[in-house]
């Protein structure tokens, strides 16, 4: 019976992503919907069981599972624009399809359950950051954080001037944007990880997707927490985040709380398992 419990995590998560197949796949009559997020939960709950088995590469496994299966079938092979100029675009033709769907649940209303979980398992942007040497930034947090907005604002003025100017087949302009929109993300991604000596350095100053997930993630209902009676202030979970947060405070307004991408880091690195 305590075996079982110990597993419950990963059968949780399944039975989420199923119960989200599922529904879409009967509401949407699609049967991809069903192929999709079964895929995508059964690649999460490898993670969370190979983490409970104490396997050190778990959240690398699922981040390119998923981060693979999105960028190179979804995005290269199927056409599908899951960047946030792929989400505008079927938001302002008003189709609730695959981008849309998938920014609603990973990205805006998901965060509310699972925080910044799509950040540490599944984006195919920090899944080549993540190879980078800088896993724990070696130089202090800069206020460069205003430039998300620039970027989120560029996202929108774009797609939204293609519409304007009536300019045709905008479908293959976004396919191509998803092209040249990675390629840039890695190019940026890859030098400021180097010029700033932090992996993920992308993620706290540029990525216009945090426009979402940051405020969303303040509810998350799945977050880091720390048994204060157990912690001995060693500082050493502190050490080892990647995006400098202050776990050990619990309150929803600690520093940084809406960076955590519950890559565990801390988790692993307590002595005293006070997280
Ligand atoms: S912040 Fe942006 S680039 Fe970084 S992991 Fe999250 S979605 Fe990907
Ligand atoms: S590593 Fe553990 S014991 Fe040390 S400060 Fe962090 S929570 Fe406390
Ligand atoms: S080390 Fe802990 S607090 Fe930092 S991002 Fe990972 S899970 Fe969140």
């Known amino acids: 019976m305590k075996e079982l419990k110990k597993y419950l995590p990963p059968i ?26 079964t895929y995508i939960g059964l690649s999460v709950s490898v993670g969370v069981f190979l983490f409970i088995k104490k396997y050190k590469y778990a959240r690398r496994i699922t981040q390119l599972l998923v981060g693979l299966y ?12 899951m960047q946030i100029e792929g989400f505008w675009y079927y938001l302002f033709t008003g189709v609730f399809e695959a981008a ?35 896993k724990v930034p070696e130089k202090p947090r800069k206020k460069l954080g205003w430039i998300r907005y620039l970027t989120f604002t560029a996202s929108v003025v774009f797609v939204g001037a293609l519409f304007l100017a009536k300019v045709g087949n905008i479908e293959r302009i976004m396919f191509w944007a ?11 991604g890859i030098m400021l990880a180097f010029a700033f000596k932090d992996n993920r350095a992308f993620c706290k100053y540029i990525c216009p997707i945090t426009v979402f997930l940051k405020p969303m993630s303040y509810f998350a209902l799945i977050r880091i927490k720390c048994d204060k009676e157990k912690c001995i202030s060693c500082g050493k979970c502190k050490r080892v985040c990647p995006m400098n947060v202050d776990m050990t ?27």
């Open 70 to 81: 999105m960028l190179v079938y979804l995005g290269i092979i199927s056409n599908e624009n």
């Open 100 to 134: 849309t769907i998938h920014y609603a649940v990973a990205k805006i209303f998901g965060p509310i359950l699972f925080g910044r979980g799509w950040c540490g398992y599944a984006c195919w942007t920090a899944m080549v950051l993540d190879f980078l040497p800088y």
């Open 178 to 188: 998803f092209i040249i929109g990675n390629i840039l993300y890695y190019a940026v």
């Open 12 to 37: 949780i998560m399944l039975l989420v992503f199923e119960t989200v197949a599922v529904t879409l796949w009967l509401t949407k009559h699609n049967l991809f919907y069903l192929f999709n997020f």
């Open 249 to 275: 405070d619990n309150s929803r307004k600690r520093e940084n709380g809406t960076e955590c991408i519950l890559c565990m880091e801390c988790v692993k690195n307590c002595p005293k398992d006070a997280l």
